[in-house]
């Protein structure tokens, strides 16, 4: 089974903190994506990775930044936390359409982030 | 940018089908349509994909007119387990790093009555 996984289940943070939220997948796959997920929007996407160290901004990048230095590894930073980022955030992955036929995405449990 | 709309919620009893549909008038002609399940604390769980007319796996079917600018997902014979949240997501993804924009819906909150 493929298995997505995140740092941190619940994280607290200050105004004002850089947070750095880790994602790791175990199935070699070469899309990664970071979410948010706010009550009555769905899922959001914010930066999408395609491979290492290549990005894409998604419909929200504003306030964030990612790195991804290999390829299993996908991190999201937020790098001056502010009170509208607190939010669910997730994780997932998913292997190119051109070898599977689909481009289903695997998730992981997601983040919950409170910034005070 | 393909915006979806789905209904907020819907309610069913066991053993009945069900069918959430989603709108996406302004789908671009490589994007897919693919429905995610979601239960509380957990990431969303991939349930089918399809580009047009239907698809069907062991769980549920998709129905696609041919205009594609909006999806029925069926669930046959749900029971009290298939409680939960329904998104329906529009987009593509390209390989060579050419990334669409993917838009998922806002989910409908499906709760399977005894």
């Known amino acids: 089974d493929v298995k997505v996984t995140q740092s941190s289940r619940y994280l607290v943070k200050r105004t004002g903190e850089k947070v750095f939220l880790e994602c790791v997948q175990d199935m070699d796959h070469e899309n990664m994506f970071w979410y948010r997920q706010d009550p009555g929007l769905g899922l959001r996407l914010i930066y999408f990775s395609y491979d290492v160290k290549m990005k894409e901004k998604g419909d929200i990048p504003e306030g964030y930044s990612v790195s991804r230095e290999k390829k299993e590894r996908f991190s999201l930073i937020l790098e001056s936390a502010s009170t509208n980022q607190t939010s669910m955030y997730l994780c997932?992955?998913?292997?190119?359409?051109?070898?599977?036929?689909?481009?289903?995405?695997?998730f992981g449990p997601g983040t919950r982030l409170t910034v005070l | 940018l393909a915006k979806t709309t789905q209904p907020i919620s819907m309610d069913s009893y066991e053993g009945q089908e069900v069918n959430i549909t989603c709108s996406h008038n302004?789908?671009?002609?490589?994007?897919?349509i693919t429905w995610y399940q979601q239960f509380p604390s957990q990431g969303p769980r991939f349930i089918i994909q399809?580009?047009?007319t239907k698809v069907t796996n062991e769980v549920a079917s998709l129905f696609i007119p041919a205009d594609r600018k909006s999806s029925t997902l069926s669930l046959p014979r749900v029971s009290l387990s298939d409680t939960a949240v329904y998104y329906c997501?529009?987009?593509?993804?390209?390989?060579?790093?050419?990334?669409?924009?993917?838009?998922f819906g806002s989910g409908t909150q499906l709760t399977v009555l005894p």
């Open positions: 997501l529009v987009g593509d993804i390209i390989s060579s790093g050419s990334a669409r924009q993917l838009t």
């Open positions: 399809g580009y047009k």
């Open positions: 302004n789908i671009a002609t490589n994007d897919y």
């Open positions: 997932a992955s998913s292997p190119p359409r051109t070898r599977t036929g689909t481009d289903t995405q695997y």
